[in-house]
């Protein structure tokens, strides 16, 4: 039912105790497909032994140059065969319960095929000590995937029609494929988030990306605008990735797409209705402070 997408690179530090998860899933995978990005550790030859190894099939493919993150991800679930796709990471460890839990939610999903279930992490570090919980969002949907990701990718299960226009979408368009996945789920279908952890979400010096404490990711987000302004760049990243968002899908939903371009157009207006909408701005990131600094961004113009 469910095909978990893995993709790998040098990863042979932390990959064993997340094979090991998987082949600990109180739910079987239906199968294993592994897409290394051009490790030059010992990655391989972990996979290899696991394949040989498995409670479940495992396909094994090498790409013949490197992809990058995003459309590693897209080759991945394109050689999936499952209902189901879950996304995995080669530095994290599942919970036995994860996979029965997606499975679960989609059970009782009106659209499951354009459903995405995400869930709450655990954080730990390189010694697997708990360091962490990332928060309970308040606010899911459109109005929150514009300008912020609530789905990490190690924790995402998504259905077939979300996954045909995942593959559909340009990799260089995504700010990352989880993010892309969540906006596409917020536009086409539904978004379950679980408030169980499912995944140990591993924290050291290599992560592509990762959690934060409050305090360190206000400074992040300062630091990230201050260079944006400093350098020339215009608007915010999040908003440029759901213009590009809106014209890579025609059928967007008409109130999506007329959010995106009508707060693209206040980043040139004058300021009386950059304040006027900063009062109401149609989308929300979930930290209070930082949903301040949203607004006014918008009021500046600087969004």
């Not at 409670?55 to 995003?70: E, S």
Request: glycine share 6%.
């Amino acid at each position: 039912m469910i095909s978990v997408a893995l993709c790998t690179f040098n990863g042979e530090r932390y990959l064993p105790a997340l094979l090991a998860s998987l082949g600990q899933q109180n739910l079987r995978p239906l199968e294993l497909v592994v897409c290394d990005d051009g490790s030059t550790d010992g990655t391989w030859g972990q996979l290899e032994h696991f394949a040989m190894t498995s409670p479940f099939p495992v396909h094994l493919r090498r790409n013949a140059k490197r992809l990058g993150v995003q459309a590693n991800f897209q080759a991945a679930a394109s050689l999936c065969r499952g209902a189901l796709t879950a996304f995995a990471d080669q530095d994290d460890i599942w919970l036995p319960e994860k996979l029965a839990r997606a499975a679960a939610a989609f059970a009782k999903a009106e659209k499951p095929e354009a459903s995405l279930y995400c869930t709450r992490l655990t954080c730990i570090d390189a010694a697997g000590t708990v360091v962490g919980r990332t928060r309970v969002p308040a606010c899911i949907g459109f109005r929150n995937a514009l300008v912020e990701n609530i789905a990490t990718g190690c924790s995402v299960v998504f259905g077939a029609s979300l996954k045909t226009r995942f593959l559909a979408a340009t990799a260089a368009d995504m700010e990352m494929h989880d993010w892309w996945l969540y906006l596409l789920a917020s536009s086409f279908g539904e978004v379950f988030f679980d408030s169980e952890p499912g995944v140990l979400y591993r924290q050291h010096e290599n992560n592509v990306a990762g959690w934060q404490p409050r305090l360190s990711r206000w400074r992040a987000r300062i630091q990230r605008t201050h260079a944006r302004l400093r350098a020339g760049r215009r608007g915010m990243d999040s908003l440029n990735q759901a213009a590009r968002f809106v014209q890579a899908y025609p059928d967007c939903p008409s109130h999506i797409r007329t959010t995106v371009q009508e707060l693209l157009a206040l980043r040139n207006a004058s300021l009386l209705p950059r304040l006027a909408r900063a009062r109401k701005p149609g989308v929300a990131r979930n930290d209070p402070i930082e949903n301040l600094a949203l607004r006014a961004m918008i009021a500046l113009g600087i969004h």
